[in-house]
């Protein structure tokens, strides 16, 4: 496994896509790091403290129905559903790029992830891209925080 500290940084959407277009079975994690969750490689559902068998993450891959349509667009809809977590989990989140196997699917039904390979952090360069990509897209779509007030 690589550590944190040697994993290399995706500095624009572009060179992300590139990545993504190349391979198959990416996805994006949002948490402190691979150093921090591939010791047991679980993660937990925050409603019941139950463990997942294993890791929640999206998946990057582009699905044969989206054509010919940009790539950007897809991988920036993807970071930005979930862009909203650092401010409301923990600041030390940060999005993280691996390549895995889906095993099973948790009560999001959220992917959940084994065999994880760690590629990269995603800067938050990147996150901004995304945001300005979504922004100008001619439908509304909010992140997948949820209304506490609910």
Same mark, same amino acid.
């Given at each position: 496994?690589?550590?944190?500290?040697?994993?290399?940084?995706?500095? +624009?959407?572009?060179?992300?896509?590139?990545?993504?277009?190349?391979?198959?079975?990416?996805?994006?994690?949002?948490?402190?790091? &691979?150093?921090?969750?591939?010791?047991?490689?679980?993660?937990?559902?925050?409603?019941?403290?139950?463990?997942?068998?294993?890791? +929640?993450?999206?998946?990057? /891959?582009?699905?044969?129905?989206?054509?010919?349509? &940009?790539?950007?667009?897809?991988?920036?809809?993807?970071?930005? /559903?979930?862009?909203?977590?650092?401010?409301?989990?923990?600041?030390?989140?940060? &999005?993280?790029?691996?390549?895995?196997?889906?095993?099973?699917?948790?009560?999001?039904?959220?992917?959940?992830?084994?065999?994880?390979?760690?590629?990269?952090?995603?800067?938050?360069?990147?996150?901004?891209?995304?945001?300005?990509?979504?922004?100008?897209? &001619?439908?509304?779509?909010? +992140?997948?925080?949820?209304?506490?007030?609910?």
């Amino acid at each position: 496994m690589s550590t944190t500290a040697s994993l290399p940084t995706f500095t +624009s959407l572009n060179e992300l896509t590139r990545l993504v277009t190349s391979r198959r079975g990416l996805y994006v994690r949002w948490s402190r790091g &691979p150093q921090h969750d591939l010791p047991d490689a679980t993660s937990t559902d925050d409603l019941t403290g139950m463990k997942l068998p294993g890791l +929640s993450a999206s998946l990057l /891959d582009i699905e044969n129905w989206w054509g010919n349509r &940009p790539a950007p667009i897809w991988v920036a809809r993807r970071l930005y /559903d979930y862009c909203h977590l650092p401010g409301v989990k923990d600041p030390r989140t940060r &999005p993280w790029v691996l390549q895995g196997s889906e095993t099973a699917r948790g009560p999001d039904n959220e992917p959940l992830v084994t065999d994880v390979e760690p590629l990269g952090w995603i800067s938050d360069y990147v996150i901004d891209e995304a945001r300005h990509i979504v922004a100008e897209q &001619p439908g509304h779509w909010g +992140s997948l925080d949820r209304d506490e007030t609910a």
